[in-house]
């Protein structure tokens, strides 16, 4: 995924940033952050990596993971990144290659990105096998649905401009009870899950800024490309707004003291 890292971090902080907030404080109430050590997954711009270095005291820790390059300049240009170690890596073989114990996995908006239910499942399975026993994950997703009408309007706009109808968006492919069960199959405790579908803009201006801010583009347009297919783009929702609706899962679960999945290297 390539996005316009600087448009999405000032995007994001109106979207994004309000759904991390209520993950962090939906955490919060299972578990203190005080003195934790956080593994953020998926850290992006790194606003919500600092929300949580702030929160876990001198003696916690905050490691942020993301591949995207953009996305984590943005991050170390911010007060407070020095805070917070920032690693620039896929996942998956992050998870499999990491060695430390964390008492926290958070990841906010990022494993819809995931291409396939094996990815997901692999990744759940990685992150209780770094998770200290008693350990917490919070994490936030789309579910399948998720933005549909308007990704299929920007994808439509997308094969015409560029004379390409093979290009396809990357869209969540995971429902709401698939992912609940792949938790629990990895062996964690569910504490909490919620569906949410909603509309997240009341301004409709903020729709349009949605397509153009918070989703690669830079996956299939070139810098010459982009501004032009803005203005396009522009004047072909002017005519037929869509809105963008949200599908939503939240999943807190814990990993148990004693478990009959992980029989090495206790926490």
């Known amino acids: 995924m390539e996005w316009i890292a600087d448009q999405y971090d000032q995007f994001q902080k109106r979207y994004q940033l309000k759904n991390g907030l209520d993950l962090i404080s939906k955490l919060e109430a299972i578990t203190n952050l005080k003195d934790r050590d956080i593994l953020d997954l998926g850290c992006g711009n790194g606003e919500l990596s600092l929300v949580l270095a702030d929160k876990i005291g001198l003696n916690g820790s905050i490691t942020a993971v993301d591949r ?19 690693c620039r890596e896929d996942l998956l073989p992050w998870l499999d290659s990491d060695r430390n114990r964390y008492d926290i996995v958070f990841s906010n908006a990022v494993f819809h990105w995931l291409s396939t239910a094996a990815n997901l499942l692999g990744t759940f399975a990685g992150i209780y096998k770094v998770l200290k026993y008693k350990g917490c994950l919070a994490v936030r997703f789309s579910l399948e649905g998720n933005a549909e009408e308007t990704k299929g309007f920007l994808e439509k706009q997308l094969r015409y401009f560029l004379n390409d109808n093979s290009i396809t968006l990357s869209r969540s492919r995971f429902n709401y009870k698939q992912c609940a069960t792949m938790i629990e199959q990895c062996g964690f405790e569910l504490l909490e899950s919620i569906e949410k579908v909603f509309v997240p803009f009341s301004e409709p201006e903020s729709h349009f800024q949605w397509m153009i801010k918070s ?16 203005s396009y783009l522009y004047q072909q929702w002017k005519e037929k707004p869509v809105q963008v609706k949200s599908h939503h899962g939240v999943f807190l679960a814990q990993k148990p003291a004693s478990s009959p999945f992980d029989n090495a290297n206790r926490s």
């Open 68 to 86: 995207d390059e953009g996305m984590l300049e943005v991050f170390k240009e911010k007060a407070g990144s020095n805070r917070v170690k920032i």
């Open 215 to 230: 989703q690669p583009l830079l996956n299939y347009l070139n810098a010459n490309q982009l501004e032009l297919f803005k």
